[in-house]
């Protein structure tokens, strides 16, 4: 929420000195753990779920589908020990206020929280929530979130006989004067209407604080998204606005055109073996519409895994290479940047371009840089391929910086691409995503750029299927695998980390390596992760380039940038540890030959509901589809990473179901900046 408009005085107000919280050293660290540190913060710290106290819910007589809210008196408590620490629990036996349920009993079990039994007494009231399953003979709820009640008069009206908030929390926080510390602070915050901007309509007679008190106390249930969307309408306008102002001053900012006479990409595509898809030739035509103005291009190239964004890349390196300028692509991994140094030098050499590598581990001499450099190469600018390096002070370009190509944007941040285009005057600017991500969510991320969309995969790729299997099923998919290194063909095996670890049982790449010698016992193994020494990387992955490696076990150091065709087979241990999103990159490693492929996710036995959540990924290849649940299972800010560095968070808004308000937002913003102009 925006705070211009609001009373500094009051918002900016340290917590310390406000006169609101209660002198307590634990939870005053707990606060700061919280990142509240002012009642700004603290009013939009918002609750992660509400609690209707105005009536409770049935007391459960068997186990229920969902959580219930509950009010009961404890009767009994006891610590009960079995065999290890993990059989410690402590079991409060508690039964129902209400009087049509008297009688009925319901344990509350805790495992290894031995502080309960100095907490939890006989007699008390609790408010608790959870889910109550059947345990033998007895209902019971496991681990349920509960509340003390207490008899403390100004405290109840934040606690009881109405909805109340439950607020995330930190250590040395309890729900309870957290609670009473947001009610008061809502109490005393001052009225401020919405800006002059905001639709009359949009605001139904509300002001701003009002809507901020009903998210944290509505009057029902159903208040609860009307005033969240109205926050949230004028957070989309305050984050378009920024998004505007960025994309105007670049455009004002000057530049001279870059296109080239378009001789080098004629014979480069001349030279392929295959012709470019649609979606391909039309991305290149809307970057070269863009490098013929005398503007600086600030172009998206979007596109699902195996979709061609490094030709559409060439393409525009090409151009700008033309018209005599250097040309920086800056990749997330030093494996990656190899693999596009590889690529393009095979691409460019024919046409006697120079290509130049620098990586974190390259950072002695620039003359020990790989190098590809033509008799004659004065007349064009020169290509350097890099990781984070290539903005740390080392690159040089002698022909000035012109092009700037960002590949894997969702891995950097807004701050690290304009750290690259700032190593030159009036740079063209080129971020590629393989992430997909709905129109509307991209024009809330992204919306200083343009956008073009490679929606079409290039001919000849075989069909690749997906399917979900149980870890205790590895001799089957080990036999499956030497199967299809008997016919040829190679594959990965995907483990999430390195090495074991005691606190979380999963098996790790360097410890499977072993076992996966001996399964594939006759055919070579090669291991990859990103610890290995930049040689041995290089090492092991050229033999897998060139078939002398068959099986490759590995880490998700392969997620981005690893072109193997003649590999047609991925199996993903833990796959539930995974994102969606992560899962799709992964297995966009394999189906990029003219073999059919094939995909195996092994779940956890233990964990059966990891299936459901990975069902969309047996049903579709549709990079937009996965995408979209990935964000709804997980939310924008874990999938999308650092991309909105450098713009205002986004408490209130929904980015996948705001849609209408995104546009309207957008509406607003240009409304807005046409009338400052």
Known sequence: MSHSNSEPSFLETPLESSGFLRTDRRMREGLKKLGLETVGDALMHLPRRHEDRTHFDHFPTSGMDQAVCLHVVVTDCQTLFGRGRAQRRFEATVEPIL??????????????????????????????????????????IDHPDFEIVEEDGEADEAHMGRIVPVYPLASGVGQKPLRTLIHRLLQAMPEHPF????????????????????????????????????LALEEFVNLQTRLLERRAAVRASGGKAREGSGDLLRRFLDNLPFSPTGAQSRSIEEIRADLAVASPMSRLLQGDVGSGKTLVAAAAALLVMESGSDVALMAPTQLLAEQHFSTFRKWFEPLELRIRLLTGTRDDDTGDLPLFAAPDMSRYGTLTVGTHALFRGRATFEK???????????????????????????????????????????????????VSILDEAPPGRGRLITGIRSITQTDAAAEFARKQLQEGRQIYIVYPLIEESEKLAIGAATAAYTEWEKRLEGYSVGLLHGKMPPEEKDRVMSGFRQGQVGALVATTVI??????????????????????????????????????????????????????????????????????????QRGPGEVLGTVQSGLPDLLFADLLGDTKLVLLARKIAESIAARET
Not at 100 to 126: C, E, M, T, V
Not at 202 to 211: H, L, Q, V
Not at 572 to 578: G, K, M, Q, T, V
Request: charged share 25%; hydrophobic share 40%; proline share 5%.
């Open 195 to 230: 800006p002059d901007w905001f639709p009359e309509k949009a605001a139904g007679g509300t002001t701003r604080s009002e809507n901020l008190r009903t998210l944290h106390y509505p009057a029902t249930m159903e208040a609860l998204l009307p005033a969240r969307r109205r």
């Open 400 to 450: 000035g910086l012109g092009l700037a190509v960002i590949d894997e944007q969702h891995k950097f941040g807004v701050a690290q691409r304009e750290a690259l285009a700032g190593l030159g005057d009036a740079v063209e600017v080129l971020v590629m995503s393989a992430t997909p991500i709905p129109r509307t969510l991209t024009l809330s991320i992204y919306g200083d750029l343009d």
């Open 99 to 140: 009087a049509d349920a008297l009688g009925n009993r319901l344990i509350l079990r805790w495992f290894n929280l031995p502080y309960l039994s100095k907490l939890i007494a006989a007699g008390q009231h609790l408010v608790l929530y959870g889910q109550p399953k059947v345990s033998g003979r007895r209902i019971a």
């Open 559 to 632: 997620e981005v940038g690893v072109d193997v065709p003649n590999a047609n087979t991925m199996l993903i241990y833990h796959a539930e540890r995974f994102g969606l999103a992560q899962l799709h990159q992964l297995r966009g490693r394999i189906g990029r030959g003219e073999h059919k492929s094939y995909c195996v996710l092994l779940i956890d036995p233990e964990k059966p509901e990891s299936s459901e959540r990975l069902r969309i990924l047996e049903e579709t290849s549709d990079g937009f589809r996965i995408a979209e649940e990935d964000l709804r």
